[in-house]
């Protein structure tokens, strides 16, 4: 057993059920007790899907148990395909259904349908969503893909896009003009939008281009040893990666090709003088591997920031990840364990994380500021307007998300020069940030914050369960002269000058820190 | 004191009930940890079973909450399945682990889920043997959320019924308000009934573990939540008495609940005007103004919190709604018996569910607003239906006479907006 609070991925069945909800003409046959239909409200809420995920769950219950399960599963098999008329089937368990052992591809199999039948092995106890919806797609390729010619003009499959995932619906958008604009056709996207009928026609494309290895690795793989189509490695996310995927396609194509950038903003927006105060920024990098390699690269080389920490979730990843990472300098963190990416990031102390949701909320409780760069989801990353994280919109959508987050140069200053306004005090936050309460008159008694109970809808808007003081290390103490002056340091870089200075007085072996130790610990960490 | 009148063309109590069994498009009674982790404060709900369980408990909560939360799940993993690992020792080696990190905790439940209870980990067992070990620190105890037991609230049924075989006894004649109610609610509750001279009044739950909360031959209990059926049961069994009553939603629901409790404590009914009059205006008022949006229109719900009879019960008495189903997971007459004499004869009463049945039912009804779970509020909204998603019934302060107007807009929220957008091109 392990302990967990929160979780990055779900269960393989809902990888599973990305995939499906992702495509048309295609229904999911669930063996799974009832509660496990929360998954719907997955899609119909977050990502505001206006039908229901095209899945029949058995919702058996403990009296079911006692009798016959594996009629019921055939039963709703068969009322399934008669009420949806798909065009194929998959099949498979959930946790729970996995205990009880019925086969549901044998029993699928023996009702005789017309339509193909997709059987899943999802293992729920040994792997996780992220897996669930790669061996999805590669189990449905594998059963419906076609061998064919190669279609006369050149084409490509995008593969990897799935319901739920970040940006997906965009960067499809974005990758297929930047192909359109190399000359190249788009043959299939999958599983995004696509049919059954449509999977069957991949071999048709030249090439496939993976825009998701986390869950179109698999399936790519397969094509390129049974239908000998090459696939892309580069994720064109930043300006660098998108033109070294063009030389990529360019290669694989082997034909030249012209292409336009005149609506790529990001080289100048980051070379203007205004943008000098991101140089160095701290930033600590953490979500799915794909996208944190290649947030890596961009954030080091095009915003210029430093990056202090990267990790991912999927431990799938962990190998490029961590080489990556050497080549940074820097060591990865690998787990899933989201209370060891917060007390990661709270020794880090980044000006900035780039990160998923979940380092949001860890961002938001230690005052650092966070852009979302990776699932896991949440119903903001659902944006109505356009906004691709790949190619060159991608790049210009990105210098916008990761700098938005930020104190602008000028305000920084001003709000290290007159510390003390009382309308323009840093407890304001930023700026062009909205809603912040004003400046507290004098601090409520800590103990009892009032959290309104049973509101958990809208758990954001309560505070923080108050967090005890931090333990300073040996026992230093703050003169309260020093600790005044502290407060006076900008919210921003506060938390970094207290870590700093209470490292420097334990190094010199000091017992209080006074005004001097703050500034001598300042010039001592000056860069 | 306020008998209410009952419709004229009889009640649903004797109303038949359309049975179905088919796809549940439910939750599972650990969602009931959501509201019940911040209700009680020194408490700690350990569930074990899957990454499902866990993945829901994040999703159900709406947002991730940022707060380390009093919830937390020890995910069984291919050892555990394959009895490599001693499940009992896991138990206690999570448990160890959990008090360490949160030495605040003094109530921890073991809560059962799907995968535990088909491979038969005996959290009973666990919780005893727990509990002498921490005693009297901590208490331990053990409930089942389970998908394959209950559905949705029917968890903080199994909560607060695990509770009550370890209330002290007592021969106080002592009333019990059973049921977890928001803190602003359960305040103005406790500050009516006290006006009223009733008293030593306690509640399951209380905030925190507390050695005054007993109960006994001489203790009357009322429900302030319709789900509690084995609360009730396991009370009844201990010798308290129910004293049944439609439940405190819309002012008529809030006045006859409290008046029978007054009743049971010969309340003087000038005493019973004096405290109940004003808030009774102030609720009447407030109702008002969303029932000109409710009235004449019609409501189908489908089931999920068990809350559908008496809120059907408010909508068409007192905000002049036409119910045309309305469905529940389950239906205890005992519990909800009242609110069915109250409830116009006309609407299909059902209980359990086939979903693409009722989902056609739905259909083919239109009703003006649909009341269902939020795995289908958008995709009927696209079909052009307006919804109000019923999670928000449970996670809303809507009981007694102060919330009874924002009860009435919670319903009445959904078509005004449909009614203010205006998406088309003017000409």
Not at chain 1, 70 to 82: M, N, P, Q, Y
Request: charged fraction near 20%; charge should be negative; aromatic fraction near 8%.
């Amino acid at each position: 057993m392990k302990l967990t609070v929160w979780t990055y991925e779900g269960p393989p069945h809902v990888g599973a059920m990305r995939v499906a909800t992702a495509m048309k003409g295609l229904h999911y046959v669930l063996h799974a007790p009832q509660g496990d239909t929360y998954a719907d409200l997955l899609f119909t809420m977050i990502e505001r899907r206006n039908h229901r995920p095209p899945v029949t769950y058995t919702t058996f219950q403990a009296r079911d148990l006692g009798s016959d399960t594996a009629t019921l599963f055939k039963d709703a098999c068969a009322d399934a395909v008669t009420r949806f008329n798909p065009q194929a089937i998959i099949v498979g368990a959930s946790c729970t259904a996995e205990l009880i052992q019925d086969d549901p591809g044998g029993l699928a199999e023996a009702i005789g349908l017309s339509i193909p039948v997709i059987p899943l092995e999802l293992p729920s106890y040994q792997r996780k969503e992220n897996f669930g919806a790669d061996e999805t797609f590669l189990q449905i390729v594998r059963h419906l893909s076609k061998p064919q010619d190669r279609s006369a003009r050149i084409t490509a499959n995008i593969l990897g896009a799935t319901a739920l995932g970040f940006r997906h619906r965009d960067d499809v958008e974005e990758i297929t003009g930047l192909l359109s604009d190399l000359g190249i056709g788009v043959n299939v996207v999958a599983p995004l939008n696509a049919t059954p009928a449509d999977i069957a026609r991949l071999p048709a494309a030249h090439f496939n281009v993976l825009l998701y290895p986390e869950t179109g690795e698999s399936a790519a793989r397969w094509l390129e040893k049974n239908h000998g189509q090459p696939f892309t490695k580069i994720i064109p996310i930043g300006v660098g990666a998108t033109r070294d995927f063009i030389a990529e396609v360019v290669r694989i194509t082997g034909r030249d090709a012209a292409y336009d950038e005149s609506r790529l903003r990001l080289p100048w927006w980051s070379r203007s003088v205004d943008s000098t105060y991101l140089t160095g920024k701290r930033v600590f990098l953490f979500g799915d591997g794909s996208h944190v390699m290649a947030m890596a690269r961009m954030a080091r080389d095009e915003m210029g920031f430093e990056v202090v920490g990267m990790g991912c979730y999927n431990r799938e990843m962990a190998r490029p990840v961590r080489a990556m990472a050497k080549e940074f300098g820097l060591e990865a963190l690998i787990t899933d364990d989201y209370l060891e990416v917060e007390s990661t990031i709270e020794s880090l102390s980044p000006e900035m994380i780039m990160g998923t949701q979940m380092e949001r909320h860890i961002g938001k409780r230690l005052g650092i500021p966070c852009a979302v760069i990776s699932a896991p989801v949440h119903v903001q990353d659902f944006p109505a307007r356009y906004s691709p994280v790949m190619g060159f919109e991608g790049a210009n959508v990105l210098f916008d998300t990761l700098i938005h987050p930020l104190v602008m140069g000028l305000e920084e200053h001003l709000l290290t020069m007159f510390r003390e306004d009382f309308e323009f005090h840093d407890e304001a936050g930023a700026s062009h940030h909205g809603g912040h309460a004003p400046k507290p008159v004098a601090q409520p008694a800590a103990a009892e914050a009032p959290v309104p109970a049973m509101s958990i809808i809208r758990a954001e808007e309560q505070p923080a369960e108050p967090t005890p003081a931090e333990p300073v290390p040996n026992n230093i103490i703050w003169l309260i002269d020093a600790e005044k002056e502290l407060k006076k340091i900008p919210f921003f870089v506060r938390g970094k000058a207290r870590r700093n200075t209470e490292t420097y007085a334990a190094e010199k072996g000091l017992r209080h820190i006074s005004i001097d130790t703050l500034y001598e610990a300042k010039a001592h960490y000056a860069r | 004191m306020t008998a209410l009148t009952p419709p004229m063309n009889g009640g649903c109590r004797t109303a038949p009930v359309l049975k179905e069994r088919g796809q549940r498009e439910v939750f599972c009674g650990l969602t009931g940890i959501i509201w019940l982790h911040r209700k009680m404060q020194d408490a700690f709900f350990l569930v074990v079973g899957s990454r499902t369980c866990a993945h829901l408990l994040q999703s159900a909560a709406g947002v991730m909450i940022f707060a380390e939360p009093r919830f937390g799940t020890a995910i069984l993993e291919e050892t555990d399945l394959a009895g490599m690992a001693d499940a009992q020792k896991e138990v206690d080696r999570v448990v160890a682990q959990l008090l360490d990190r949160r030495p605040d905790i003094r109530q921890l439940f073991l809560v059962g889920s799907c995968p535990s209870e088909v491979i038969k980990i005996d959290l009973h067992r666990a919780a005893e043997r727990l509990n002498a070990q921490h005693a009297p620190h901590v208490r331990v105890l053990n409930y089942s959320g389970s998908g394959i037991e209950t559905t949705f609230t029917q968890g903080e049924d199994a909560a607060l019924a695990s509770m009550v075989p370890v209330l002290k006894e007592t021969e106080a004649r002592e009333l019990l308000i059973v049921g977890a109610l928001p803190d602003v609610v359960e305040d103005q509750m406790l500050g009516m009934l006290r006006a009223m001279g009733i008293g030593p009044i306690h509640c399951l739950p209380a905030h925190r573990i507390d050695q005054e909360t007993a109960v006994g031959p001489n203790t009357v209990f009322a429900l302030v939540q319709p789900f509690l059926g084995d609360t009730h049961a396991a009370l009844e069994r201990r010798g308290a008495r129910h004293l049944p009553a439609p439940f405190p939603f819309g002012e008529e629901g809030t006045t006859a609940w409290l008046s029978v409790i007054a009743a049971e404590f010969d309340v003087p009914a000038s005493l019973f005007s004096q405290v109940t009059d004003a808030p009774r205006a102030r609720a009447r008022k407030a109702i008002a103004q969303a029932a000109e949006t409710l009235n004449g229109k019609s409501v189908f719900f489908f089931p999920d919190s068990q809350l559908e009879i008496p809120l059907a019960r408010f909508l068409t008495r007192e905000c002049g709604m036409t119910a045309i189903e309305v469905g529940s997971p389950y239906i205890h007459d005992a519990l909800v018996g009242p609110d069915l004499d109250l409830l116009p004869a006309g609407p299909v009463i059902s209980e359990g569910q086939d979903v693409d049945k009722q989902l056609a039912r739905a259909r083919a009804a239109r009703a003006d607003l649909t009341v269902c779970g939020l795995g289908l509020a958008n995709p009927l909204e696209a079909e052009g239906l307006s919804t109000k998603w019923a999670i928000e019934l449970v996670f809303t302060p809507v009981h007694f006479y102060e919330q009874a107007g924002d009860l009435a807009g919670l319903f009445s929220r959904p078509l005004r907006r449909k009614s203010i957008l205006k998406l088309e091109a003017a000409e």
